[in-house]
T-cell receptor
């Protein structure tokens, strides 16, 4: 069973601080890694994609990937109350024998940014 | 519109009723996924299409669940003889290629009473 693990939180940070969200995955064949943000009652919204080891920055968001450690993280700088949401880590891996890819989600980390 | 569109947004079904949920992906997207999301949980994989081919249906919870994408575009998830445990949000996502990101529709909230 392919697994994606996240701390469920809640993670509380003060406004303006850095929020650090972590994710580990079990399938070493995983090729693509994503972070989605989900507000309560809404569907997941893609915020970052990362495909190779290292850091990828987009505005206040930085995704970090370490394939050797099977670890993905998301840093949110200058956190705002509007960043309060559940953050879902997702991992895409080829499914052996099926010719397809499976996109597996963690259960999400709930982030609360305190004004 | 340019995004993934799902209908209906809300569906209330009586136990035992059949339901059909529709997903209209982003035009040209090859990959299409269906997920089930219970309250407070991450999306759980149901099935995957590459164009019109259903390549993975390992997540469908029972033979009451059936999905199709006959022309490689619109997809329908059908649930026969609905049960209370089928109550959840059903999410559809499409992506432009096999390894790329997937974009979600608004979801259909199914309540079985």
């Amino acid at each position: 069973q392919k697994e994606v693990e996240q701390n469920s939180g809640p993670l509380s940070v003060p406004e303006g601080a850095i929020a650090s969200l972590n994710c580990t995955y079990s399938d070493r064949g995983s090729q693509s890694f994503f972070w989605y943000r989900q507000y309560s009652g809404k569907s997941p919204e893609l915020i970052m994609s990362i495909y190779s080891n290292g850091d990828k920055e987009d505005g206040r968001f930085t995704a970090q990937l370490n394939k050797a450690s099977q670890y993905v993280s998301l840093l949110i700088r200058d956190s705002q109350p509007s960043d309060s949401a559940t953050y879902l880590c997702a991992v895409k891996a080829p499914r052996s024998g099926a010719g397809s890819y499976q996109l597996t989600f963690g259960k999400g980390t709930k982030l609360s940014v305190i004004p | 519109g340019a995004g993934v569109s799902q209908s209906p947004r809300y569906k209330v079904a009586k136990r035992g009723q059949d339901v059909a949920l529709r997903c209209d992906p982003i035009s040209g997207h090859v990959s299409l996924f269906w997920y089930q999301q219970a309250l407070g949980q991450g999306p759980e994989f149901l099935t995957y299409f590459q164009n019109e081919a259903q390549l993975d249906k390992s997540g469908l919870p029972s033979d009451r669940f059936f999905a199709e994408r006959p022309e490689g575009s619109v997809s329908t998830l059908k649930i026969q003889r609905t049960q209370q445990e089928d109550s959840a949000v059903y999410l559809c996502a499409s992506g432009p290629s096999l390894v790329s990101e997937a974009f979600f529709g608004q979801g259909t909230r199914l309540t079985v009473v």
